[in-house]
């Protein structure tokens, strides 16, 4: 075994994070606002933006995003197809289903809540003059019955090519029960899935070999564009969120996973270590859905019948660290414009935000449409969105880790209620290791 191996996975993915910021900001450094910097090689120029950030990092952080979110729908879909038609009771899939979009709408709104009141408390809005060429585009957001319509595929082959999971989700299902029900015959297909779960996890385990080069890429490029000037200016609105999101995250979840589970939040926390770092980097919790399932499962315990219907969901409906922007958003704006909001409106935020984490799911541009809908409903100027969009890049990705974070928690509670927990797993330090052993295998091999 080489010393790169005995070098945790989840290290050289901070070392590579830490270096690419660092990368990052000795580029910006160097271009000092420029398009581009030439360094004079004698017969030719070596163009610092154009070989560098938007060429070696660019190239190296989407081949990463991409490689993720190839794995997205076919794990989904198999792993649910697993799980469902090995259920010998019909009944729960429906208390799963009940379980988890409760747990979620729950969270949802008291992450809402904790974010308005923290904003109220610290006024982020005050004294910020709003821009006279800020302006924003608001896209029309579908009908709860729309999305309710939308959920059922007319055709699943094109569901699972335009990645809309919550129809992959649904043909998942019933697909399984199809299985379930089918004796013989569904026992034959169910080998086969079972087969190609096994191959599936495989090509998870594998692919995470690109993780730290593919972090660091991520990192440079974004810390090499980022205006920190912004960030400088709406500095009051940008630690409101990030205090309320760490807020959620570490005392909101323990406190439910305690209080629901008698499980260890610090424990429960230790192990989401990895998914969280590949959420912060990604910003996509649909691209980190392959780790958040292999941490639900193999560190956290939980079994496969219900991590696969939990985590899919959540990664769908699941907008905690969404709706926190939106609760502080809102008061940030109807301070900048000096706009009075009564209780009743700010209740009418919360409901509206809890609501439209479903939604709008499955919609593309997720986060400005909900953000958009928000503001509309208690009367605010939607071009306010604009102020607080520059510095948005950061904390997508910060919300979109307490959204992994918030996937595995319900899971946990899920689980547990179902009697699907292993609390060997969930206890056992080591077991959060299983994936480094994995990937030190097949790099033995």
Do not use: W
């Not at 990052?24 to 420029?34: H, N």
């Not at 490689?67 to 989904?76: D, G, I, Q, T, W």
């Not at 697993?82 to 009771?89: E, I, K, P, V």
């Not at 009075?340 to 499955?362: N, P, R």
């Amino acid at each position: 075994m080489t010393d790169n191996n005995k070098i945790s996975l989840t290290t050289r993915i901070m070392f590579a994070m830490l270096a690419g910021i660092g990368v990052g900001f000795a580029f910006q450094g160097i271009l000092g606002g420029e398009p581009e910097f030439l360094i004079p090689l004698g017969l030719f120029d070596l163009p610092i933006r154009g070989l560098f950030v938007d060429g070696l990092f660019h190239v190296g952080g989407q081949i990463f995003i991409a490689s993720l979110k190839m794995l997205v729908v076919p794990l989904v879909f198999i792993s649910l197809v697993c799980g469902t038609c090995s259920l010998s009771d019909p009944k729960k899939l429906g208390r799963l289903g009940g379980k988890s979009i409760l747990l979620y709408l729950t969270t949802t709104a008291i992450a809402i809540t904790v974010a308005i009141s923290l904003a109220l408390l610290v006024s982020p809005g005050a004294g910020v003059d709003m821009p006279t060429t800020a302006s924003f585009d608001a896209k029309e957001a579908p009908t709860l019955a729309q999305v309710i319509i939308g959920m059922f595929p007319t055709n699943p082959i094109d569901a699972m090519a335009n990645g809309n999971m919550l129809q992959v989700i649904v043909f998942a299902l019933l697909f399984g029960i199809a299985m379930a029900l089918s004796g013989d015959a569904g026992k034959r297909v169910a080998l086969v899935f079972d087969d190609l779960n096994t191959v599936i996890l495989k090509l998870v385990t594998l692919l995470m070999n690109l993780a730290p080069y593919g972090v660091f890429c991520l990192m440079a490029k974004l810390f090499t564009d980022i205006e920190m000037r912004l960030i400088v200016e709406l500095g009051k609105y940008f630690l409101v969120v990030v205090a309320a999101l760490f807020f959620h995250a570490l005392v909101n979840y323990s406190i439910m996973l305690k209080v629901l589970t008698g499980l260890s939040p610090v424990k429960f926390l230790a192990k989401m270590k990895d998914a969280c770092m590949f959420a912060f980097s990604t910003s996509s919790s649909s691209a980190t859905m392959p780790v958040t399932l292999e941490t639900a499962t193999k560190k956290l315990g939980a079994n496969n019948t219900v991590a696969s219907f939990t985590v899919p969901l959540g990664a769908t409906i699941n907008m905690d660290g969404t709706a926190i922007m939106q609760g502080v958003a809102t008061v940030f704006i109807a301070q900048v414009f000096a706009v009075d909001l009564t209780l009743s409106d700010y209740l009418m935020v919360i409901l509206t935000a809890t609501l439209a984490s479903v939604g709008t799911a499955g919609v593309p541009g997720v986060g400005l449409i909900m953000l958009a809908m928000v503001p509309n409903q208690v009367g605010l100027p939607v071009e306010g969105i604009a102020i607080i969009m520059g510095v948005d890049r950061l904390l997508d990705m910060t919300r979109t880790a307490v959204n992994v974070t918030g996937d595995c928690m319900v899971t946990c509670v899920v689980a547990k209620s179902e009697n699907e927990l292993n609390y060997n797993v969930f206890n056992d330090p080591n077991a959060a290791k299983d994936l480094e052993e994995n990937l030190s295998a097949s790099n033995s091999a």
